[in-house]
């Protein structure tokens, strides 16, 4: 691998997900040994306590052999809900105590309905100063373990399309976890993104959509899981998500954070055999980003 660009892989990329339903989960070990096998040296811990055990040394004893270290993990929380914000933040604190001993450095934050990922509804003032306030908190008690706590606009949360993104970016002084995939499918151009929330971008989830297929999705036409199988997301260099504009203008603003390759994918299936299935698209998003030169846009 090339480009001297801090990469690192996401489970989500090999369909290890924490949406309920979401598909076959596979081995923590296949799926570190093809990270490995594609260069990688870091990657994100994959669904809480049904993927790696949230336990520093059964982390570090999985990852370790192949070579990777815990860059941080995506947690879903319910924080627009004020009676449910303690138990919220000790969900934070709990999970992030655990990365913290296993060496991350990232507490990435989705903000969901409720556990189950229902549809989110609309928020009136009281309710976004409640999630705000949640927010906060979280950061806060996660800084205290030495993470970073990065919000993630995405598809199916409180915080998905561009006016929820911009309203939550001027209630909170919260970092940003760039999505251009889950940005586009909000209607929030990345290059946009960056050029307002550029300066609070800590952390880059680099996943590239379908257009095509996203606007089916918007129309309700597709589920979630079903714009996934009819190709949401693809390869790096292959959708609309302007990848190699959004990296050059993250080169020129100094960004030197971790960037992910995330190409969500289901396993609903046969299990593809080893060295076949989604490490392929990774290896494929790897060629193009090593084509893309460092500089403004």
């Known amino acids: 691998m090339s480009t001297a660009r801090q990469l690192a892989g ?7 997900c924490e949406v309920p339903g979401w598909g076959t989960m596979l081995p923590p070990d296949r799926v570190s040994a093809e990270m490995a096998s594609l260069g990688l040296t870091a990657t994100e811990l994959g669904p ?7 336990d520093a040394a059964a982390i570090r004893g999985a990852l370790d052999p192949h070579g990777l270290r815990l860059l941080g993990g995506f947690v879903p929380l319910v924080l627009h809900v004020e009676s449910e ?4 933040v000790a969900q934070a604190r709990r999970v992030a105590s655990a990365m913290a001993d296993a060496g991350a450095s990232t507490f990435v934050l989705a903000i969901v309905q409720d556990a189950d990922w229902s549809a989110p509804q609309p928020l009136d003032d009281a309710g976004w100063a ?4 949640g927010v906060d908190a979280v950061a806060a008690a996660t800084a205290q373990l030495g993470l970073t706590t990065v919000v993630h606009p995405h598809q199916g949360t409180l915080i998905e399309r561009r006016a929820e993104v911009d309203r939550l970016a001027e209630l909170s002084t919260v970092a940003w976890c760039l999505d251009p995939g889950h940005l586009a499918l909000g209607g929030y151009d990345p290059i ?3 050029d307002a929330w550029g300066d609070r ?13 996203a606007e089916r999705l918007n129309a309700g036409e597709l589920t979630l899981m ?5 190709g949401l997301f693809v390869p790096l260099g292959a959708g609309d998500g302007r990848i190699a504009e959004l990296v050059a203008a993250l080169d020129a603003r100094g960004y030197d954070g971790w960037m992910v390759l995330e190409q969500d994918c289901a396993i609903t299936g046969a ?10 698209d990774a290896q494929a998003s790897l060629r193009f980003l090593e084509t893309v030169p460092a500089g403004a846009r």
């Open 48 to 54: 809480v306590d049904d993927y790696l055990p949230l």
């Open 85 to 88: 914000r303690d138990a919220a």
């Open 130 to 133: 409640t999630l705000a306030a």
């Open 10 to 16: 996401a489970p989500i990329t090999w369909g290890v």
């Open 271 to 280: 299990v593809p055999e080893p060295g076949a299935g989604p490490v392929l």
């Open 226 to 230: 079903a714009a996934v199988q009819e």
């Open 201 to 213: 971008v800590a952390h880059v989830h680099l996943k590239d959509v379908d257009l095509k297929v």
């Open 192 to 194: 946009e993104f960056v």
